[in-house]
Structures are given as C-alpha cells and as structure tokens.
C-alpha cells in the first residue's frame, strides 16, 4: 500500500480512562426509543479531536438519530455521553450549542431576505437577532473573519446577493460557513452533497477536507464517491448498531456491509 488509509481505531483498544481523555466525543450504552422502537443501540463510540469521520447506513438506520443524541436534539432513553471527558446529563442543544456543537440540517437555515454578509453577521456568536447585524455592530476583526471564510468558498464575490439567488451548493456552503463562524469544536453535516452538481460536491468536500484539522467532523452521506473522496475512517450503522468502523477500503470489503448496504 503505498498511502496510509485512514482507519478508525475501535474504542475497545483503547482503556476506558483513555477513552475519557483522547475522545472529543464518547458515547457508551447509547440506547434511543421512539415508542418502544429503538432507532439507535450504540455501545461505544469514540470521535477524536479534530478527526473528520463519515457515517454511512442504509435509509432508517439511525444516521440521523445519532448526531440528534449527540446534539442534544434527541434525549437518550439511557446511556451515558461523554464530552471532552465529562459526562453530560441531557443537555438540550442550544446548551450543546454553547458547549461547541455546530449542526447543519438536510434543508438549510439560511435567511433567503438577506445577503450572504449579513446571514454571515448573524451568525456570529453572540449575535441573536437581525437588528445587531443591520445595526452595523459587526467590528473589524469580526469582518475580516467572515470574508476569510467566505474566501475558502468562492462566496466573496456574492456577498452582497440576497440568499434566495444563491444556487442549492452555494446556500449548503454559506450554513456551513455561518457554523464554523462560532469556532465549533464538532461540526454535524447531514448529507451536505444532497443536490448538489458534480462542481459543487467537489467544492463542499474540498471544504470538508480543509475543515479538518481544525474541527471534529461527522459526515452523514449515501453519496459513496463523495465518501471515499473524503477519504477518512468510516463508521456504518444498520438498524441502529454499529455494523463496522474502519477505512473506505475496510468497510467496502467487509460482506455484511455489502449485504445490508453496500451491494443493494
Ligand atoms: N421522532 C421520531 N419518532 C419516531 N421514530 C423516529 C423518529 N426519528 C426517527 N425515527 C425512526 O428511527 C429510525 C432511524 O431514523 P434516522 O432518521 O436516524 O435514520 P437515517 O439513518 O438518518 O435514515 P436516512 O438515510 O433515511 O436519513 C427510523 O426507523 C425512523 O423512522
Ligand atoms: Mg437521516
């Protein structure tokens, strides 16, 4: 093999009390029921700082659920979680929000009334409603940061449209981009290249790459070019559990994920 694959090493290698310490994120005994049907049943999972992590599963098998559990969206029927080492009682999300949780939902958040700068200003951290942003409070540092990461995708030139002439691609980057202007520790991305053209799913995995590193990344996507573009360890969920974490290259060899999944 002339590159390293990026693996995911399981939690179980590791003791509990270096779990606790090296995981960003850890979840043990991780159990989510919706009237009695148990949409997610995670025993350990681990997510390092900084490390960009895919979840892949067929329709239903609990993606979603489980960056809701994370967020704090959904409550836990029980379990524990585990953040930066310290357990975490059902936080609701806006507290999870404060904690460094940033999530992108499936259908962008993004005011179509405004331009692109000002849904930028509002997403500053600490700015809560439009009349801070049109009230021009946005200092220098602050605009110097938001036309830096507009730079990163190609937004700069469009900061002054109104969001409703932005193509689909351009609004999943301007949320993505309203995220990381809070500097989260974890970002949640729920199939961020859904309906996006060949030239922006290029893009919005371009800047997934060049987020990690600097934030801890959990991609949800069906999209499996896109996956091994990304090119980072894989976790696959079916029915709720974790099937089996590995490379790209692992998990596509591995016969129960081409049966349940892969080989539909
Ligand atoms: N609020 C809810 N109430 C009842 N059942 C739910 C709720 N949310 C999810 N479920 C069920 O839990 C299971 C897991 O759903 P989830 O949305 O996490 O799947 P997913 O892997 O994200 O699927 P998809 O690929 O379709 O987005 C599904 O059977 C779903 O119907
Ligand atoms: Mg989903």
Aim: glycine share 8%; hydrophobic share 40%.
């Amino acid at each position: 093999m002339n590159k390293t694959q990026p693996t995911v090493t399981s939690p179980r290698a590791l003791t509990r009390e270096n779990r606790l310490n090296s995981y960003l994120i850890y979840l043990e005994d991780i159990v989510v029921e919706f009237d009695g049907f148990r949409a997610l049943d995670i025993d350990l999972f681990g997510l390092h700082f900084n490390e960009l992590r895919v979840v892949i599963g067929p329709n239903g098998a609990g993606k979603t659920t489980l960056c809701d559990v994370i967020s704090g969206k959904t409550p836990a029927t029980r379990g524990r979680k585990f953040w930066k080492g310290i357990k975490l009682a059902d936080q609701s999300d806006s507290e999870m929000a404060r904690l460094g949780i940033g999530r992108k939902f499936q259908t962008p958040t993004v005011f179509d009334s405004l331009t692109v700068y000002e849904n930028m200003e509002l997403a500053l951290p600490g700015t809560h409603h439009v009349w801070q942003t049109l009230r021009g409070q946005t200092n220098v540092t602050e605009d110097e940061r938001i036309l830096e990461i507009l730079e990163r995708v190609s937004l700069t030139g469009s900061r002054d449209v109104p969001s409703r002439f932005l193509s689909h691609g351009q609004r999943q980057s301007l949320e993505l981009c309203m995220l990381i202007l809070a500097g989260p520790d974890l970002l949640l991305v729920d199939e961020p290249a859904a309906g996006l053209t060949d030239e922006e799913t290029d893009l919005m995995a371009d800047l997934l790459l060049e987020l990690r590193g600097q934030h801890a990344i959990i991609v949800i996507e069906h999209d499996m070019e896109f996956v091994r573009r990304l090119d980072s360890g894989v976790t696959v969920l079916h029915e709720g559990k974790i099937m089996t974490e590995g490379s790209m290259e692992e998990v596509q060899q591995n016969p129960e994920v081409v049966e349940a999944y892969l080989g539909r």
